[in-house]
């Protein structure tokens, strides 16, 4: 028994757009092909992959555990094609780089800007994504590598984590608001306090700050992992804002906000870059990472 690539392209594709018609689309072939391919599969492994309805295909659960593997493969074999290319002379490539709030506010556009420079024909792929998502596409191979905040942590042993960046954190309101002219915590028991965080931590960490001063919790903290959303929101609401110092300092260009300096943690916004554990990284990749690496020690230096 042999597993032919052409199968394992088939059940990834079928995986990826919920049916036959789809994956045949995708994959540029016919319907019976990509059908015949999946049948064959399943005879010479001897184990069902897909289950059949009215509603489509979904993957049994053998099914998904060999959709694991054949992702890496299929993913691997594309890292391969385009390092030949770029061997061959030919600047072209594709990079696909998850990314955390935290990373698309400090670190990620002044390295894209350097890499940029150097290979302007490679095809670059930016996705913010959960802690959760960021790894399973690391795992899948999906992913090339990632930028995330290592408060959402990873104790997944094939994903290999970097400390790139460390920025106290900042909390700030608006200076026209009527929270303006909070003296102390207990001046803010009752405002909303708004964060990027997309795991628990931040709350947790509200709620022990308020604790250790002797006071009651607020009761309305938010999430919102949108950047233009959390921008308007803090020039749109009286509401306590948690920012990466660096990012506060860019968002306040205009002098609209007031930093709470009277709030003192020792709470760190920390970025970390993110990779499968023995990747093979393709060049423009390799060249993005040594582009990151370069501006974070740019950015631990204090702003004039």
């Not at 959402?152 to 909390?171: K, Y």
Request: hydrophobic share 45%.
């Amino acid at each position: 028994m042999a597993i032919k690539l052409h199968q394992l392209r088939a059940l990834v594709a079928v995986a990826d757009h919920g049916s036959v018609i789809g994956a045949s689309r995708a994959l540029f072939v016919s319907q019976p092909a990509v059908t015949k391919a999946i049948r064959e599969l399943e005879s010479d492994l001897g184990i069902t992959l897909l289950g059949r309805s009215v509603n489509g295909v979904t993957l049994t659960p053998s099914g998904e555990s060999l959709l694991q593997r054949a992702r890496l493969i299929v993913c691997g074999l594309e890292r391969a094609e385009q390092q030949m290319a770029t061997e061959r002379g030919a600047l072209e490539g594709k990079v696909t780089v998850g990314v955390s709030p935290l990373a698309a506010l400090t670190l990620l556009p002044d390295a894209y800007a350097r890499f940029r420079k150097h290979m302007p024909q490679v095809s670059v792929e930016f996705l913010e994504q959960s802690a959760t998502r960021l790894v399973d596409g690391l795992r899948q191979g999906s992913l090339d590598f990632a930028l995330a905040a290592s408060y959402e942590g990873v104790t997944d042993p094939s994903i290999e984590t970097t400390e790139v960046l460390t920025i106290p954190m900042a909390f700030a309101v608006r200076k026209s608001g009527k929270l303006a002219g909070a003296t102390s915590l207990a001046d803010l028991c009752d405002a909303e306090w708004i964060h990027s965080d997309t795991t628990n931590a931040y709350p947790q960490f509200v709620a022990t700050l308020f604790s250790e001063a002797g006071l009651p919790a607020p009761r309305r903290i938010t999430r919102c992992t949108s950047q233009s959303l959390l921008y308007s929101l803090a020039i749109s609401l009286d509401a306590v804002m948690a920012w990466a110092s660096h990012t506060l300092e860019l968002a306040n260009a205009n002098g609209q906000f007031r930093q709470l300096e009277f709030i003192e943690t020792s709470q760190r916004a920390k970025l970390q870059l993110m990779r499968r554990d023995g990747a093979i990284l393709t060049r423009p990749t390799d060249y993005f990472i040594r582009c990151i690496v370069n501006t974070s020690e740019i950015f631990s230096q204090p702003l004039i």
